[in-house]
């Protein structure tokens, strides 16, 4: 079975702080990673993905993700964020050959100006 | 380019009364498509998925039903509407020939059961 943990559930920072969310994931083979995020009354969207190659991705608005396989995270980064930022993020992965996502719970985010 | 609708965007229903929510893909031919309830510190829950007309695979045990009548059309239903049905039904939809492929989400419904 797959699944996807993500230990920080509510984060608020000031504007300018740096910022990382973890994600942790369980499954026994290769996989397929994906950050979305769901920004107040907007649809869910894509952030960034981690398919293969360059295990640092980087994604839309300076966010960027670190693949490390030998601790299964996948930790979501972001040097210096913004009050746009505010948002809900959420961790994904899919298991290579499988239709079917898992997410994590999301980490709702809030940046105070 | 590719678009996915939803509708209605809210929908306040009696317990007991049938429910259908639609959602439509345009732009793309074949795709998955999925149905999705998202609970507040719960993350997303996958109710139903598809990989073609026709082709219904459950999830969970549950009150609802799925259908695909067209190959961008699918259809969340149920016949007797529960309290815990209440919540946030999102749509989304992936590129057919692959089964690692990104996810597309819809605006959401949200249906209030009283």
Redesign the interface.
């Known amino acids: 079975a797959q699944s996807v943990s993500?230990h920080n559930?509510h984060v608020i920072l000031s504007e300018a702080a740096s910022l990382e969310l973890g994600c942790n994931y369980s499954y026994g083979g290769t996989v397929?990673l994906?950050w979305?995020v769901q920004y107040p009354g907007q649809?869910?969207?894509?952030l960034l993905?981690y398919?293969s190659g360059d295990p640092l991705v980087k994604g839309i608005k300076g966010f960027e993700a670190e693949f490390i396989k030998s601790k299964f995270s996948f930790n979501l980064r972001k040097p210096s964020v913004q009050w746009s930022d505010t948002a809900e993020y959420?961790c994904a992965l899919?298991g290579?050959?499988?239709?079917?996502?898992?997410?994590?719970?999301?980490t709702s985010l809030i940046v105070h100006p | 380019s590719q678009t996915i609708h939803q509708w209605p965007a809210t929908l306040v229903q009696p317990v007991g009364s049938p429910l259908s929510l639609e959602c439509t893909v345009e732009g793309t031919s074949n795709p998955n498509l999925y149905w999705y309830r998202q609970a507040a510190g719960r993350g997303l829950q996958l109710l139903f998925y598809s990989v073609g007309i026709g082709q219904i695979s459950s999830e969970v045990p549950q009150n609802l039903s799925a259908s695909r009548p067209q190959d961008r059309q699918f259809i969340l239903s149920s016949k007797k509407l529960l309290l815990s049905d209440s919540g946030f039904y999102l749509c989304a939809w992936s590129k057919g020939d692959s089964r690692q492929e990104t996810q597309y989400f819809g605006p959401g419904t949200r249906l209030l059961v009283l």
Do not use: E, V
């Open positions: 993500q559930h397929n994906f979305y649809h869910l969207q894509l993905k398919f959420f899919s290579q050959g499988s239709y079917i996502p898992t997410f994590g719970r999301g």
